[in-house]
């Protein structure tokens, strides 16, 4: 039955939004890595606190909220899965989007995204359905599945 209602989430989610792919996003995710975002000053150093508390933390999507550290945790998020082309990705901060967005993974004129409608309103950008992407202080950070929900 749980399976049942989260498909049923996920698909009530992705018909909101036109042409939107499905995305399963709920589940256990990990922050893998940190790179610079292509449009951060070259000698920029990260938000040493930022590196510490995000690589190697977990991420848990669940239906009602999001479970990890500050600023992704969210009490009663509000999802939507939307399609975004390369130049609105990470808030339209992609310097030259398509070379860009395929060298960080992206393929396709639109890549599935996750908004939360959480108040840090950071969305997730999904290469594929295992990985995912989100920017932070000039840092893009790569969330990886570690175990899908209901597992």
Avoid at 67 to 90: T, V
Avoid at 113 to 138: K, M, R, S, V, Y
């Amino acid at each position: 039955m749980r399976t049942s209602i989260i498909g049923g989430l996920l698909l009530a989610g992705a018909a909101a939004s036109a042409n939107a792919a499905p995305v399963e996003y709920l589940g256990n995710w990990t922050i893998a890595s940190s790179q610079p975002a292509p449009w951060a000053e070259a000698n920029e150093k990260p938000v040493a606190s930022d590196l510490k508390a995000l690589i190697g933390h977990g991420v848990i999507f669940r239906t009602d909220r999001i479970e990890a550290p500050p600023p992704l945790g969210c009490r009663k998020p509000h999802y939507a899965i939307k399609s975004y082309e390369p130049d609105m990705l990470f808030q339209g901060g992609l310097t030259d989007p398509k070379p860009q967005a395929a060298s960080l993974g992206f393929s396709g004129a639109t890549i599935p995204t996750l908004e939360t409608g959480c108040e840090g309103a950071i969305d997730f950008h999904f290469p594929d359905g295992n990985t995912a992407l989100f920017g932070l202080n000039n840092r893009i950070y790569k969330l990886v599945r570690t175990r899908p929900a209901g597992q």
